[in-house]
T-cell receptor
């Protein structure tokens, strides 16, 4: 079974600065997907970024980028130029391409301070 | 694209009654939908995988007779909490994965806004 670990329950960052959220996972699979989801106070889960395991290039989406280290089974999220609207709970998730279902980490609550 | 709705967004019911929650994919078809439960400030716990036209697959520890799932079409899955009790109070979230070729990222789950259930 896959496991996803987010070792930072809470983090804070000043507006306009950069913050990195950590995620490690454990799997014996070779083909899979990794995701970062954002859950603001509204509790709507929003896809932030997606990474295919077979791709060596790190995914980027505007201010969001990942550092994917497949051998180390690490998948961290970097948020640049943090904005107040980035305040949310962030979940790292693993999805096996065959099973289709996802395993989520426990989440990191990020607070962006003005 | 890739919008998932849930209805109702919140519901309060008396203990012993049944509650039905609908999950719809509005602009895509999905053969697979997932149902999660989330307690405050905790992670999402997968309850079951809903497959169109077949029986749902429940995770270990989830009571099949308590949480009835029906996936009658490619755009609708329902979760019925039968004989609800206060311990069933929670936030229920569904997600759906598009059929292949509908979107480039078919191996992605899109989430509904969730349903807050309170059982008195």
């Amino acid at each position: 079974a896959q496991t996803v670990t987010q070792s930072q329950p809470e983090m804070s960052v000043q507006e306009a600065e950069t913050v990195t959220l950590s995620c490690t996972y454990d799997t014996s699979e070779n083909n899979y997907y990794l995701f970062w989801y954002k859950q603001p106070p509204s509790r709507q889960m929003i896809l932030v970024i997606r990474q295919e395991a077979y791709k060596q290039q790190n995914a980027t989406e505007n201010r969001f980028s990942v550092n994917f280290q497949k051998a180390a089974k690490s998948f961290s999220l970097k948020i640049s130029d943090s904005q107040l609207g980035d305040t949310a709970m962030y979940f790292c998730a693993f999805m096996n391409t065959n099973a289709g279902k996802s395993t989520f980490g426990d989440g990191t609550t990020l607070t962006v301070k003005p | 694209g890739a919008v998932v709705s849930q209805h109702p967004s919140w519901v309060i019911c008396k203990s012993g009654t049944s509650v039905k929650i609908e999950c719809r994919s509005l602009d895509f078809q999905a053969t697979t939908m997932f149902w999660y439960r989330q307690f405050p400030k905790q992670s999402l716990m997968l309850m079951a995988t809903s497959n169109e036209g077949s029986k749902a697959t429940y995770e270990q520890g989830v009571e099949k007779d308590k949480f009835l799932i029906n996936h009658a079409s490619l755009t609708l899955s329902t979760l019925t909490v039968t004989s609800a009790h206060p311990e069933d109070s929670s936030f229920y979230i569904c997600s759906a994965s598009p059929l292949p070729r509908e979107f480039a990222s078919t191996d992605t789950q899109y989430f509904g806004p969730g349903t807050r259930l309170t059982v008195l």
